[in-house]
């Protein structure tokens, strides 16, 4: 059984920095593409980063380039995202998710999705 968790938002200045973390249960980080998608109040989704360990790809969202990385930990079965230059516009729920085929992560009817984290920057 495949769980994703995310974790680590918060209330943050802008220009301030927040690491996210997504702890995976029953999960081949080789085999996936495995990101964040965001989704602000009223807003459309959006996908903000993923990586393809297979395809060896990474995809950022253009309003997210030089300010937020992705990254894992294989050993950890985790996944981060470090976010810097924090803007107001950034304020959403974070969801880690994984497609075993699509790249980049579709918006919707991804084959895994987890519980978000509140991420809110103020001005």
């Known amino acids: 059984d495949v769980q994703l968790q995310a974790s680590g938002g918060g209330l943050v200045q802008t220009g301030g920095s927040l690491r996210l973390s997504c702890t995976s249960a029953g999960f081949n980080f080789d085999t996936m593409t495995i990101g964040w998608i965001r989704q602000a109040p009223g807003e459309e989704r959006e996908v903000v980063a993923c990586?393809?360990?297979?395809?060896?790809?990474?995809y950022y969202e253009n309003s997210v380039k030089g300010r937020f990385t992705i990254s894992s930990d294989n050993a950890k079965n985790t996944v981060y995202l470090q976010m810097d230059a924090l803007l107001p516009e950034d304020t959403a729920v974070y969801h880690c998710?994984?497609?075993?085929?699509?790249?980049?992560?579709?918006?919707?009817?991804?084959?895994?999705w987890g519980k978000g984290t509140q991420v809110t920057v103020s001005s």
């Open positions: 990586f393809s360990n297979k395809i060896g790809r990474t």
């Open positions: 998710a994984a497609d075993e085929i699509a790249f980049p992560l579709p918006l919707y009817d991804q084959d895994y």
